[in-house]
């Protein structure tokens, strides 16, 4: 059964720094693509990062990018979220989730078909 | 980036209504659109992708429809389990981006 286990979440001060872990298993971690999705209180799901399956491939939230970086170590199965400049509004739950293919004639369709449990965020001081 | 707007914000239902939820996007995003729910406390699932393709194991009484920058989710007989919060997600082009979600409570 694919599994995957975020860790890392914290009380952090504005300005502060982080870093999340995603553990996985259960599935071949090194020809996967991956996300990493958050949620603030009360709010609803923001898409945040995606990193290919050899890292060649990155894309970043523009409310992140710059601050955040979105690393993988396939030997590890483990895929990573550095958050830096934390802001008060990055107090999130943060979810990574595997970004699954299904062909189709011409295209592949996508969708996040795996997801951990999340872990949370707290930017306040 | 593409905006998802997403309607209703919240509705109420009973054990056996149908349900319509809808999602509008401001850019034609061909059928790149899947829906997702979520329970308290719980992590997203996904229940249709490419706008009507049922994950494996979601019940047949989930639907989807729709093309280009209209789509619907469709409910046909709503069960206690499906008491939740429900999420459209454009995978179209990066970012992307979910629309605000719609819950559906008693």
């Known amino acids: 059964e694919a599994q995957l286990v975020e860790s890392g979440g914290d009380l952090v001060q504005p300005g502060g720094s982080l870093r999340l872990s995603c553990t996985v298993s259960?599935?071949?971690?090194?020809?996967?693509?991956m996300t990493w999705v958050r949620q603030a209180p009360g709010r609803g799901l923001e898409w945040v990062s995606y990193i290919s399956s050899s890292s060649s491939v990155i894309y970043y939230a523009d409310s992140v990018k710059g601050r955040f970086t979105i690393t993988r170590d396939n030997a590890k199965k483990s895929l990573y979220l550095e958050l830096n400049s934390l802001r008060a509004e990055d107090t999130a739950v943060y979810y990574c989730?595997?970004?699954?293919?299904?062909?189709?004639?011409?295209?592949?369709?996508?969708?996040?078909?795996?997801w951990g449990e999340g872990t949370t965020v707290t930017v306040s001081s | 980036a593409i905006q998802m707007t997403q309607s209703p914000s919240s509705l109420s239902a009973s054990v056996g209504d149908r349900v319509t939820i809808t999602c509008r996007a401001s850019q034609d995003i061909r059928n790149d659109l899947g829906w997702y729910q979520q329970k308290p406390g719980k992590a997203p699932k996904v229940l249709i992708y490419a706008t009507s393709n049922l994950h494996s194991g979601v019940p047949s009484r989930f639907s989807g429809s729709g093309s280009g920058t209209d789509f619907t989710l469709t409910i046909t007989s709503l069960q206690p389990e499906d008491f939740a919060t429900y999420y459209c997600?454009?995978?179209?082009?990066?970012?992307?981006?979910f629309g605000q979600g719609t819950r559906v409570e008693f």
């Open positions: 989730a595997r970004r699954q293919g299904s062909p189709a004639p011409g295209y592949i369709y996508y969708y996040l078909d795996v």
């Open positions: 997600l454009q995978d179209y082009d990066y970012p992307w981006t």
């Open positions: 259960g599935f071949t971690f090194s020809s996967s693509d």
